[in-house]
C-alpha cells in the first residue's frame, strides 16, 4: 500500500522567512497530493492541493510543487506569520474521493 | 465549502462499554466516508472506508470487530468503539468526500476511556 513519508518533523523559522516541507510517496498510481494544516484539537484544513498532471501550483504565499519521476512533493510557504505556526500534514491518494495517506506531519513554528 | 459534522466532540467513557461516534455530511451525499485515528502529536492513521450499504473496508491491522462501522444512508456514517480500554482513548475523525472536490473533515472525538 501507499506509504508516505514526511521531513522535517519539526521547523522553527523567523517570521518573514521561508519554509519548505517535503514529502515522498511510493505509490506509482497516486495522482492526488494535499496538505492540510491542523491547529491543536482541531480538524484538519486544506490549504493548497495539487494533482499529477501539474508540476507546480501557487495561491497567494503557498506553494506546491510536485516531480512525478522521484515521488516526491514540497510545500512552500514564503514570507512565513506566527499565524502560520500549526502542524502541516501531506497526503497522497489515487483519486480525490480516494481514501488519503497522511505523512507523519511537521511542526512549524514562525517566530515574532 | 461542504460541511461535515461529527458528534459528539469528546466523550468519556468507562472500560468495556461501547461509544458511537456519528459522521454527517450535512450539505451533501456521501457515498463513501473514511475513519481516521490520531494520538498525541502524531499523524491520521486511516483505519477503515466506510462504503454506503455495504461492509466497510478495513486497513491492516485494525479489529474489525473492535471497531464497528456502518454507513446506512448517504449522509450519515457511524464508528462504534466496543469493549472500550483505555488504549483506545484517541482522537477520532472522519471525513467524506463529494464528487470532485477535496476531502471535508469532520471536526473529531475525543474519546477518553478511564
Known amino acids: 500500500g501507499e506509504n508516505v513519508e514526511q521531513h522535517p518533523s519539526t521547523l522553527s523559522v523567523q517570521e518573514g522567512d521561508s519554509a519548505v516541507i517535503k514529502c515522498t510517496y511510493s505509490d506509482s498510481a497516486s495522482n492526488y497530493f494535499p496538505w492540510y494544516k491542523q491547529e491543536l484539537g482541531k480538524r484538519p484544513q486544506l490549504i493548497i492541493d495539487?494533482?499529477?498532471?501539474?508540476g507546480e501550483k501557487k495561491d497567494q504565499r503557498i506553494a506546491v510543487t510536485l516531480n512525478k519521476t522521484a515521488k516526491h512533493f514540497s510545500l512552500h510557504i514564503t514570507e512565513t506569520q506566527p499565524e502560520d505556526s500549526a502542524v502541516y500534514f501531506c497526503a497522497a491518494s489515487r483519486g480525490n474521493t480516494d481514501k488519503l495517506i497522511f505523512g507523519t506531519g511537521t511542526r512549524l513554528q514562525v517566530f515574532p | 465549502g461542504a460541511v461535515v459534522s461529527q458528534h459528539p466532540s469528546w466523550v468519556i467513557c468507562k472500560s468495556g462499554t461501547s461509544v458511537k461516534i456519528e459522521c454527517r455530511s450535512l450539505d451533501f451525499q456521501a457515498t463513501t466516508m473514511f475513519w481516521y485515528r490520531q494520538f498525541p502529536k502524531q499523524s491520521l492513521m486511516l483505519m477503515a472506508t466506510?462504503?454506503?450499504?455495504?461492509?466497510?473496508?478495513?486497513e491492516q491491522g485494525v479489529e474489525k470487530d473492535k471497531f464497528l462501522i456502518n454507513h446506512a444512508s448517504l449522509t450519515l456514517s457511524t464508528l462504534t468503539v466496543t469493549s472500550a480500554h483505555p488504549e483506545d482513548s484517541s482522537f477520532y475523525i472522519c471525513?467524506?468526500?463529494?464528487?470532485?472536490?477535496?476531502?471535508?473533515f469532520g471536526q473529531g472525538t475525543r474519546l477518553t476511556v478511564v
Open positions: 471525513s467524506a468526500t463529494r464528487s470532485g472536490t477535496e476531502a471535508f
Open positions: 466506510s462504503n454506503e450499504g455495504s461492509k466497510a473496508t478495513y
Open positions: 495539487i494533482r499529477s498532471n501539474v
